[in-house]
């Protein structure tokens, strides 16, 4: 049947995968990102980043994320925009942090519109609505050593945008991207809240502060880089206390890493956890898809930045299924 097919039996919008432009020249990978049975979604892993779009200040350069788009357009695939502002891989301009709160929150807004406004005109070039960037995230996160907006106690994080502008730089990326494109939903995106504690709860808080404010925002992402046999209990309960607020959640960047090397034990074990994390979302009416991140071992990033770790996805170097895809499809 394929993944995205079964995601939409079971009413989600989607079920995708990230895709990174250095890659596309390998054909065999390309031709399973186009079988849109498998995949409806994709989102650009690296091409729509601060460094890759702004990397000098207010000289915007679209050349790879178009190529990533495209894509996405050509197969008629859901897109999501990946990622307004993060404060991992942004250039140097912006990270030395030279601004005050005004200007540095005017180089935010005029960012994110002119990244999100990008797509809005180039998908109203005669595609319709279906094929339109639908979804946008906001400050998702960062490597397991560092946080998001938020640490790990829920406390917000020591970023350029944090230290210079306080919490208000959120509010400003939403608006401006809102106003870019008022169909484009609005998520916010941090890892380590898959489960409930301390740095959900901050997230819960602050999307239940920016709804009373009517600042847009639409979502949630739980990013989901998860570890074999360590799934968070509470996952279901915990995309359900999001939906309560009446916002989508997305798994955004589901991986799940073993320590190497692969063993049976450890394929089953991952199978078991794939689905573990589809049926959570499956359960939820407004956890609308999953993203994995990548969709092969050959592309992951988890060996270069886990040492030690990888087999994190459900097709392995060889582009050949793992017992993880059929996690994925019982979980559905
Ligand atoms: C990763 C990319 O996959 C790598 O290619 C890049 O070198 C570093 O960033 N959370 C995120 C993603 O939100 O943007 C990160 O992507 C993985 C962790």
């Known amino acids: 049947d394929g993944l995205a097919t079964l995601a939409k039996k079971a009413k989600k919008k989607y079920f995708g995968t990230a895709i990174d432009n250095p890659n596309l020249r390998d054909c065999a990978y390309t031709a399973k990102l186009n079988d849109t049975k498998e995949f409806n979604q994709i989102t650009p892993g690296n091409s729509l980043k601060w460094d890759a779009t702004e990397a000098s200040r207010g000289t915007f350069t679209f050349l790879e994320s178009d190529i990533a788009v495209a894509l996405g357009v050509q197969n008629k695939q859901h897109i999501r925009g990946h990622t307004c502002v993060w404060h991992n891989q942004l250039p140097n301009w912006v990270t030395a942090g030279n601004f005050d709160n005004i200007t540095l929150n005017s180089i935010v807004a005029n960012h994110c519109s002119t990244v999100v406004g990008r797509y809005k005109a180039q998908i109203q070039l005669g595609h319709s609505e279906r094929y339109k960037l639908c979804l946008y995230v906001i400050p998702p996160p960062t490597y397991p050593d560092s946080t998001e907006l938020f640490n790990e106690d829920g406390t917000w994080r020591n970023s350029v945008f944090y230290n210079t502008t306080g919490e208000s730089f959120v509010a400003t990326a939403l608006r401006a991207a809102h106003a870019a494109d008022p169909k484009t939903k609005l998520y916010i995106n941090d890892y380590n809240i898959e489960g409930t504690g301390p740095k959900s709860t901050a997230m819960f808080n602050l999307v239940k502060s920016l709804k009373a404010q009517r600042i847009p925002i639409h979502g949630v992402g739980l990013q989901a880089h998860l570890i074999v ?104």
Do not use: H
């Not at 279901?236 to 997305?250: K, T």
């Open 229 to 332: 046999g360590q799934i968070p209990s509470t996952i279901q309960a915990n995309i359900e206390q999001f939906a309560g607020l009446g916002v989508d959640i997305s798994i955004t960047e589901l991986d799940i890493r073993m320590t190497l090397p692969v063993t049976d034990a450890l394929l089953a074990q991952q199978k078991i956890d794939y689905q573990t994390v589809v049926s959570a979302c499956n359960a939820v009416p407004r956890c609308i898809g999953v993203t994995i991140w990548d969709y092969t071992d050959k592309y992951s990033w988890v060996p270069s930045t886990f040492s030690g770790q990888g087999a994190a996805l459900p097709w392995d170097e060889n582009l050949v299924k793992k017992p993880a895809y059929d996690g994925i499809v019982t979980g559905f």
